[in-house]
C-alpha cells in the first residue's frame, strides 16, 4: 500500500485489503469504486449488487443446462440472450459520456455502460455459472473470451454480447490503433490490470472537465492503493491537490516525487521542483 495515499473512508481499507488478496474478487474491487463516486452506495447497496449478479448467474446456468458444459460458443449465446437480450445490458455512444457508465452498480441500475464494466459483469455472471470466460483488453475496446485460449469464442457486451469473428476482432483493433493485433493484445486480462483500467477510464472522462479534479483525485489515489503502483501516479497526485487549491500539500509530494528520482532522472525532478515552488508562491 501507498504510504502516502490517505486512507480516509473504510471503503479505502476493504479497497486495499482486496486488491492485496491472493486472488482479488473483480466484482467488489469494482463496486467498491463505485462507493467513492457515490456516497449514497452503502454496504447494504454492494451486497445487493452482489446477490443480482448471482442471481443472473443462477439464470444464466439454468438457461445453459441443455448445452455442452465446454462449448464456448454455446456459453457466449446463453450469455447473449440472457444478458444482452432478456436484461437488455448493451452500450450506446453516449455512455462514454457518462461517469456512471464506469460504476458497477449504476451499470447493473441503467443496464448501460462502457465495454470494459459491461464485460465486468459478463465475466462475474459467467464465472459464478461455471463458465469458462476471461477478460480481453483489446486497445480501445474491452471484450469478453470464452473457451480455452486455442479454442475461444469472443464476444462483445458493448454490442449485446455478439459474437466476434476474428475478422471482427482485427476491425476493434485496426480502428484503435491503425493496425492489426499482435497476440499479446489477446491475452486474458488480469484482475488487477482490469481495474487498473477502470480507474484510467474514470481519469480519461474527468480530465477534460476540470471541475471535476475531485474525481481524478480519487481515481488516482485508489490506483495508488493497487499493487505496485507506477511512480508516475504521485506526480499526478501532486499536480491534483494543487489544482484543487491544496497547494502545500501538493508541493511537498511534488519534492517527494523529484527526491525520488533525483537519482535516475535529474531534468525530470528539477521540473517536479520548480512545480511545487510556484506550489508555494500560490500561498502568498
Not at 66 to 88: F, H, I, K, Q
Not at 100 to 118: A, K, T
Amino acid at each position: 500500500m501507498h504510504p502516502r495515499v490517505p486512507e480516509t473512508t473504510e471503503w479505502r481499507r476493504l479497497f486495499a485489503a482486496e486488491a492485496g488478496a491472493p486472488r482479488p474478487d473483480l466484482a467488489l474491487l469494482c463496486l467498491l469504486i463505485g462507493a467513492e463516486a457515490d456516497p449514497s452506495l452503502d454496504q447494504e447497496g454492494i451486497d445487493r449488487a452482489r446477490r443480482l449478479i448471482g442471481r443472473l448467474a443462477e439464470l444464466a446456468a439454468h438457461s445453459h443446462r441443455s448445452g455442452r458444459a465446454d462449448d464456448p460458443r454455446a456459453w457466449a449465446l446463453t450469455l447473449a440472450e440472457l444478458l444482452g437480450g432478456y436484461c437488455g445490458f448493451r452500450g450506446r455512444p453516449g455512455d462514454y459520456h457518462r461517469l456512471e457508465s464506469s460504476l458497477l452498480h449504476q451499470v447493473l441500475r441503467r443496464r448501460r455502460g462502457l465495454p470494459i464494466l459491461l464485460s465486468v459483469l459478463w465475466m462475474e455472471v459467467a464465472r459464478r455459472a461455471g463458465a469458462p470466460v476471461h477478460g480481453v483488453a483489446l486497445p480501445g475496446h474491452f471484450v469478453v473470451g470464452l473457451g480455452p485460449l486455442d479454442d475461444r469464442v469472443f464476444a462483445n457486451p458493448f454490442d449485446g454480447g455478439r459474437v466476434l469473428t476474428g475478422t471482427d476482432v482485427d476491425l476493434l483493433v485496426a480502428a484503435a490503433t491503425g493496425a492489426p493485433p499482435v497476440p499479446s493484445m489477446l491475452n486474458p486480462a488480469g484482475t488487477l490490470d482490469i481495474v487498473r483500467r477502470v480507474l484510467n477510464n474514470i481519469r480519461a472522462w474527468a480530465a477534460p472537465r476540470p471541475e471535476r479534479c475531485d474525481v481524478s483525485l480519487w481515481a488516482v489515489e485508489l490506483s495508488l492503493l493497487l499493487p505496485s503502483p507506477a511512480p508516475r501516479l504521485r506526480y499526478d497526485r501532486a499536480q491534483l491537490l494543487v489544482q484543487k487549491g491544496d497547494f502545500l500539500v501538493g508541493a511537498r509530494e511534488l519534492d517527494a516525487y523529484a527526491d525520488e528520482l533525483a537519482g535516475e532522472d535529474a531534468a525530470t525532478a528539477d521540473q517536479a521542483r520548480r512545480q511545487a515552488r510556484g506550489a508555494r508562491a500560490l500561498l502568498n
